[in-house]
T-cell receptor
Framework: NAGVTQTPKFQVLKTGQSMTLQCAQD?????MYWYRQDPGMGLRLIYY???????DKGEVPNGYNVSRLNKREFSLRLESAAPSQTSVYFCASSEIRGLGPQHFGDGTRLSIL | AQSVTQPDIHITVSEGASLELRCNYSYGATPYLFWYVQSPGQGLQLLLKYFSGDTLVQGIKGFEAEFKRSQSSFNLRKPSVHWSDAAEYFC????????????FGTGTRLKVLA
């Protein structure tokens, strides 16, 4: 009963390094989301993909790119990491975009030095 | 654009007491409304959602929420809190058309006293 799987769970980067956060869901959901969670700020939407082949910007897309590789996988890339991107990143999915995020992964805790 | 406010950052209740967590939203029409719970080190779990119809919504773990259009509120309630309910709770609002961006509140952390 995997649901939404995120890798890695923890990562430390140096400023300027790049990395890709991976997310996969096994529920045949159409929509997928990337959020970041910072203390006192709730969750903020970075990008979402309403369906395979489409992606759209959320509230805080600057510094990030995404790829909806197939229906299962939705990756988030930091091209040149900055300390302001230190956060906990959550991937989520839903059957269709109108239902809101239904299932969340356990998060990736990213620190950028 | 929609927005959501959770006025209480922290709430402490005794085990067995009733609970109400507040959520106020701003949106031009009736939005989609959600409550999620997050335990430490975990992702969020959907407790319940409101799309339309009956304004009293039942969710998992014994939670319910009531949509009040006149007050722009969607408060979460539980009649009797258990120690395992200690967690952080998030309200979220979604537009019913257009971009389908779901905006989260800043959360309310619940502490339960034995």
């Amino acid at each position: 009963n995997a649901g939404v799987t995120q890798t890695p769970k923890f990562q430390v980067l140096k400023t300027g390094q790049s990395m890709t956060l991976q997310c996969a869901q096994d529920m045949n959901h159409n929509s997928m989301y990337w959020y970041r969670q910072d203390p006192g700020m709730g969750l903020r939407l970075i990008y979402y993909s309403a369906s395979e082949g489409t992606t759209d910007k959320g509230e805080v897309p600057n510094g990030y790119n995404v790829s909806r590789l197939n229906k299962r996988e939705f990756s988030l890339r930091l091209e040149s990491a900055a300390p302001s991107q230190t956060s906990v990143y959550f991937c989520a999915s839903s059957e269709i975009r109108g239902l809101g995020p239904q299932h969340f992964g356990d998060g990736t805790r990213l620190s950028i030095l | 654009a929609q927005s959501v406010t959770q006025p209480d950052i922290h709430i402490t209740v005794s085990e067995g007491a009733s609970l109400e967590l507040r959520c106020n939203y701003s949106y031009g029409a009736t939005p989609y409304l959600f409550w999620y719970v997050q335990s430490p080190g975990q992702g969020l779990q959907l407790l319940l959602k409101y799309f339309s119809g009956d304004t009293l919504v039942q969710g998992i773990k014994g939670f319910e929420a009531e949509f009040k259009r006149s007050q722009s509120s969607f408060n979460l309630r539980k009649p009797s809190v258990h120690w395992s309910d200690a967690a952080e709770y998030f309200c979220a609002v979604g537009a019913t058309s257009g971009t389908y961006k779901y905006i989260f509140g800043t959360g309310t952390r619940l502490k339960v006293l034995a």
